[in-house]
């Protein structure tokens, strides 16, 4: 194991983590981990996909309790019986999907649970949006405090978010995948916020998928797998290489399948394409055995074009060509039988039904062919879910096991099975390897790349450079609901993406 | 499929039903005969014939309060068919019976669909909308025994190898739905569409006309009640069946249907309706206040609703690769 030397010990940790340990019934989530946060620096908390990041996150933030191990506050062991405690203690989090109220004002948002308080205990409004006002100012948020925040953008949400982690008067902030909704400008200013948030001695949890951010803002790392701990040190004295390798155990090359594209006949054509609200103008070709990328700053329009296709909501113009014929396609159901699939980026929730059995999720979209007259033809419907799980290389006990009972990573690969028993010409896999691990990603490509061998066209909707760059044949760049380009062979560059995507 | 039929839930509701039966007999021996549990079993075939009917429309997350208002105005119409038109066959009477409740059901079926109004509140509208109806088709007139004709009154209590028609219809609607809930295409789509709309709606299945369905179901069902009931009491007011809703929907949630929709059996929804069907037929012959009934069925409720939370919420995440089922 290595870095375990290089512990910095140069300073005791405002809170820490000594053999903590968690269980679920079943499970243990974390097993005699270890974690230090110092003030005025950033620690990088990292892991894949079920490591034991957000349990950890939990046990801060008082909404878990550790079954072992201690807690320490400057030294002193404590315990966090309530999340109030954990507030009490100083110690605040802006949470991965932001936890707060369409409803309320920005101010409200802010103070909720600990509004400044008069005489009775009344709400003092006046204290609070003045202090609202300041704390909005000191993170460079030019927002008033009076708006209802279901009139705000995600990034502005996102401020919020973090203005009221800094209401209360933390010492330890923690920031549970912060820039995973926000924009490349949005994720600067973070950055800058990060810096402030330094140099006001504030101890720092980061927990982030991605390496550049890591690399970028962290002193410290601290690495978990299956639970465990696995080592820590300062993010100066190691490369990402080894970093990668201690989050998963084993070398992982970073490299994309190499694939030899055989571009087949086309198979879709949209033309002239347009929503009244969300996109418009949008043309292209999709051709078999190609992989196309959508790429776009979050917003742009991708998503909605493709829920479009799918039919999930209507265009206002424009024709869609499925192997030279013109199809109209008012429901998904339409899309499938014209063998257009799209499999969703929230698998989890647009995806997984997790009170039916296995084979039934995989059989759901294909019902057509495994019944006559209505009714089901278990026999069919089992070989069906058989012969796609096997293709996935799924492991389950029964194909009669309720899909909630198994993991994350499995039940993903029960919803990619699922579309593909369709037999789809055409597959949109919108955001394909957001929020999963490393391994996974590899795995998810490899397959993207043998789908396309095997003659389907695939498109894929992705905000990742280097997997845009990776696996498309031509990508297609969006901004506002519009093409900004489309591109091939050698412009297929970081820097045209990007440029592309901010319009600059 | 067995072994699916009989998952522990059913069985730990069988089992209780069987352990209440056993109490009972404890102090009324005569109350597990053979024939008198035929009488319990027929006496709760309404209950059974709508809990079928609800558990289905609860499954695809929504829920209907007018059942029992649909049964009553449908029984009320055959009553005063039968007392116009005294020579028309029963099988008629029941066609009317049941495509009135059918049309009612379609009607919530529509609102809910089509115009996307809250189940709650669009059964809660139709529940009164009904029960208005049977006023004004009645003048608030009750129909009596002696102006029903005996073929109306004598179908449901007919004896079939012992058993009433009423509980013969009861047997024949839970194998029908038990069918139609696990072996056809429209059963799998109320479970998907209960389970995850967002997910059922990706995979080409419209939400709305599940929905449609399930009411449509609900409605026929308690149309065909509706015929049963008033032939059998031989008696049609505006009131009948006052209240009888809540019984249904308790049925189905001791049953193990769970309220957020997506879970639930023909089986469990039986046995939830047995469940009390049997405390309501025992409590009496027991010497306990009806009072008390009430009570005991309140508190099952809240028994169930807590054990089957409970059920639910022990998985928990499942976070190592290890803990996952064996391969």
């Known amino acids: ?504 | 499929m067995l072994k699916r039929l009989l998952t522990s839930r059913e069985m730990l509701l069988f089992g209780a039903v069987a352990a209440l039966c056993a109490l009972i007999a404890t102090r009324f021996p005569g109350f597990v005969a053979p024939g008198n549990l035929l009488r319990v079993f027929n006496d709760t075939s309404p209950l059974i014939l709508l809990a079928i009917g609800q558990m289905i429309v609860i499954l695809t997350r929504c829920i209907d309060l007018s059942v029992a208002a649909n049964l009553a105005l449908s029984g009320m119409c055959v009553a005063m068919l039968n007392v116009a038109y005294p020579d028309l066959p029963i099988p008629v009477i029941i066609a009317v019976a049941v495509g009135l409740g059918t049309l009612m059901g379609m009607f919530n079926g529509i609102l809910v669909w089509k115009l996307a109004i809250p189940p709650i509140v669009v059964t809660l509208g139709t529940l009164t909308i009904y029960r208005g109806i049977i006023f004004l088709v009645s003048d608030g007139n009750w129909v009596n025994s002696h102006e029903m004709s005996a073929a109306f009154k004598a179908f449901p209590r007919a004896e079939v190898l012992g058993l009433p028609v009423l509980g013969w219809t009861a047997i024949l609607a839970i194998v029908v739905f038990g069918l139609v809930m696990t072996r056809t295409t429209l059963g799998r789509a109320f479970y998907a569409v209960g389970g995850n709309p967002h997910a059922a709606t990706y995979t080409g299945l419209n939400v709305g006309r599940s929905q449609f369905w399930a009411f449509t179901i609900s409605g026929a069902l308690a149309g065909l009640t509706g015929y049963l009931w008033v032939s059998r009491y031989a008696v049609a007011y505006v009131d009948i069946a006052g209240g009888f809703e809540l019984d249904v929907v308790a049925a189905c949630v001791i049953g193990g249907v769970s309220i957020a929709g997506g879970i639930g059996t023909v089986g469990g929804a039986v046995l939830g309706a047995l469940f009390l069907g049997v405390i309501k037929n025992a409590l009496p012959v027991v010497n306990i206040s009806p009072f008390w009934q009430m009570a005991i069925s309140g508190a099952a409720i809240i028994i169930a609703v807590a054990l089957n939370a409970r059920a639910t919420r022990e998985k928990g995440r499942i976070i190592l690769k290890s803990a996952e089922k064996p391969a």
Do not use: C
Not at chain 1, 445 to 472: N, R, Y
Not at chain 1, 475 to 489: D, H, T
């Open chain 1, 1 to 504: 194991m290595p870095a375990l030397a290089t512990t910095p010990a140069d300073a005791t940790p405002v809170l820490a983590l000594d053999r903590v340990t968690k269980t679920f019934p079943g499970v243990t989530a974390l097993d005699e981990v270890k974690l230090g946060l110092y003030p005025g620096e950033v620690t990088a908390l990292v892991g894949e996909n079920g490591a034991g990041k957000s349990t950890v996150v939990k046990i801060l933030t008082g909404i878990y309790q550790p079954d072992g191990g201690e807690i320490r506050i400057d030294g002193e062991a404590t315990r966090f019986p309530t999340p109030r405690d954990a507030t009490a203690a100083g110690i605040t989090a802006i949470h991965q999907e932001t936890v707060l109220f369409d409803e309320l004002s920005v101010a409200e948002n802010i103070f909720l649970g600990h509004a400044p308080r008069r005489t009775f205990g009344l709400i003092d409004w006046t204290v609070m949006e003045t202090r609202a006002r300041e704390i909005l100012e000191s993170i460079g948020a030019k927002l008033d405090p009076r708006t209802k925040l279901r009139e705000l953008g995600i990034a502005s949400k996102h401020l919020v978010a973090i203005a009221r982690a800094l209401s209360v008067d933390a010492r330890v902030v923690i920031m549970d995948e912060p820039t995973a909704a926000l924009s490349h400008t949005e994720i600067h200013e973070l950055y800058e916020l990060v810096e402030k948030l330094k140099a006001q001695g504030k101890a720092i949890l980061f927990i982030s998928h991605k390496f550049d951010e890591i690399f970028r803002i962290a002193d410290h790392y601290t690495v978990f797998r299956d639970g465990q701990f696995v080592g820590e040190g300062h993010v100066s004295e190691i490369d990402e290489a080894a970093l990668v390798t201690m989050m998963v155990g084993r070398d992982v090359s970073a490299v994309f399948p190499d694939r030899e594209a055989r571009i087949g006949e086309e198979v879709l054509r949209v033309t002239d394409y347009a929503h009244p609200t969300e996109f418009a103008d949008i043309n292209f070709d999709l051709h078999q055995g190609e992989i196309l990328g959508f790429y776009g700053l979050v917003g742009a329009g991708r998503s909605e074009v493709m829920q479009a296709l799918f039919g999930i909501t209507k265009p206002s113009a424009g024709q869609i060509h499925i192997d030279g014929q013109p199809v109209t396609l008012n429901s998904p159901a339409d899309a499938i039988a014209a063998g257009l699939v799209y499999v969703p980026e929230d698998r989890g929730k647009q995806g997984a039904i997790t009170a039916l059995p296995i084979f039934q999720n995989v059989t759901l979209p294909s019902l057509g062919r495994t019944s006559r007259g209505g009714f089901l033809r278990m026999a069919r419907e089992f070989d069906l879910a058989r012969e796609y799980t096997r293709r996935l290389d799924l492991r389950a006990a029964s194909l009669d096991t309720e899909l909630g009972t198994l993991s994350g990573g499995n039940q993903q690969k029960v919803v990619i099975a699922k579309w593909l028993a369709t037999q789809p010409k055409i597959i949109i896999l919108d955001e394909p390897t957001k929020g999963i691990d490393i391994g996974s990603k590899a795995a998810v490509h490899a397959f993207m790349a043998e789908l396309a061998a095997q003659g389907l066209a695939v498109i894929m909707v992705s905000s990742e450079i280097p997997e845009v760059l990776g696996m498309s044949d031509r990508v297609i760049v969006m901004r506002e609901g519009r093409m900004a380009a489309e591109l091939s062979g050698a412009k297929m560059t970081p820097e045209t993406l990007v440029r592309h995507a901010a319009g600059i």
